[in-house]
């Protein structure tokens, strides 16, 4: 089973991207987010032709999340993160899918920092580290994946010295990251390669691209039954090469069954 994250940033405006990836790597199951579209402008039958069901909770220009599968309709079980009933942002979304529950998400920027801003992505944390230890109680197979916004190491950003007080790299941002990794959840990435450098989004500006100045924030967090099941992972890093992309590249795993 191959399951892909992206963030595609902006799904209408990426569509031709998107339909022409989905047909050239056929992932199983796939998590977007940045669909940047209202719920009901969402592509649905594009998507359909394309041999996909999916599920996605949607908000007019920012956030918005989906989880898409070449199989049976994704069970969705929610399209919030629990722990703030006055948070409207649409950034999370959860299903099941053939014995498996995948959580799709899309954490917060929160820039500039310190502020309002990474004040909320902290909260934002909290209440994942809450949701998270929730899952693993739980004892089924789960995985979040998607846009953490967060580079956990140095080795996940190219010259790390200029990030130092970015929110994507602050102490506090990595911190909460290695609380969910010391619950229990795998990162799929390092599990397999864990000293290679490897990055996920390269910034349209300054040829970051061309010059392999990119950071590795879209990432796959396994519960502990799906570790021993985790058989490949990688970045499809040439569909940021092509015309009008996003600035992230589809990030994926492939588990045994």
């Given at each position: 089973?191959?399951i892909?994250?992206?963030?595609?940033n902006?799904?209408?405006?990426?569509l031709?991207v998107?339909?022409?990836?989905?047909?050239?790597?056929?992932?199983?199951?796939?998590?977007?987010?940045?669909?940047?579209?209202?719920?009901?402008?969402?592509?649905?039958?594009?998507?359909?032709?394309?041999?996909?069901?999916?599920?996605?909770h949607?908000?007019?220009?920012?956030?918005?999340?989906a989880?898409l599968?070449r199989?049976?309709?994704?069970?969705?079980?929610?399209?919030?993160?629990?722990?703030d009933?006055?948070?409207?942002?649409?950034?999370?979304?959860e299903?099941?899918i053939?014995?498996?529950?995948?959580?799709?998400l899309?954490l917060?920027?929160?820039?500039?920092?310190?502020?309002p801003?990474?004040?909320?992505?902290?909260?934002?944390?909290?209440?994942?580290?809450?949701?998270?230890?929730?899952l693993l109680?739980?004892?089924?197979?789960?995985?979040?994946?998607?846009?953490?916004?967060?580079?956990?190491?140095?080795?996940?950003?190219?010259?790390p010295?200029s990030?130092?007080?970015?929110?994507?790299?602050?102490?506090?941002t990595?911190?909460?990251?290695?609380?969910?990794?010391?619950?229990?959840?795998?990162?799929?990435?390092?599990?397999?390669?864990p000293?290679e450098?490897?990055?996920?989004?390269?910034d349209?500006?300054?040829n970051?691209?061309?010059?392999?100045?990119?950071?590795r924030?879209?990432?796959?967090?396994?519960?502990?039954?799906?570790?021993?099941?985790?058989?490949?992972?990688g970045?499809?890093?040439?569909?940021?090469?092509?015309?009008?992309?996003?600035?992230?590249?589809?990030v994926?795993?492939?588990?045994?069954?």
């Amino acid at each position: 089973m191959k399951i892909a994250t992206y963030n595609v940033n902006g799904v209408n405006a990426r569509l031709p991207v998107l339909l022409r990836w989905l047909e050239e790597t056929a992932p199983d199951i796939v998590c977007l987010q940045e669909l940047k579209a209202p719920q009901e402008k969402f592509p649905e039958q594009a998507i359909l032709d394309a041999g996909y069901k999916a599920i996605w909770h949607g908000q007019k220009s920012w956030n918005g999340v989906a989880i898409l599968s070449r199989g049976e309709l994704p069970h969705e079980i929610r399209r919030t993160l629990p722990g703030d009933p006055e948070d409207v942002h649409s950034r999370y979304i959860e299903a099941e899918i053939g014995g498996l529950t995948i959580g799709g998400l899309y954490l917060p920027n929160g820039n500039p920092a310190p502020g309002p801003k990474f004040d909320y992505k902290l909260r934002w944390f909290d209440r994942l580290h809450a949701h998270a230890e929730s899952l693993l109680a739980a004892g089924k197979p789960a995985l979040l994946a998607g846009d953490f916004n967060v580079m956990p190491t140095e080795l996940d950003v190219y010259k790390p010295e200029s990030w130092v007080d970015d929110a994507l790299f602050r102490p506090e941002t990595r911190a909460a990251f290695a609380k969910l990794t010391a619950q229990g959840w795998a990162d799929a990435i390092r599990t397999l390669y864990p000293n290679e450098k490897i990055y996920t989004f390269w910034d349209y500006f300054r040829n970051a691209f061309g010059r392999n100045a990119g950071l590795r924030i879209d990432h796959f967090l396994l519960s502990p039954q799906l570790v021993s099941r985790l058989a490949g992972a990688g970045v499809d890093k040439q569909v940021r090469g092509w015309e009008k992309t996003s600035d992230h590249a589809p990030v994926w795993i492939e588990l045994k069954d």
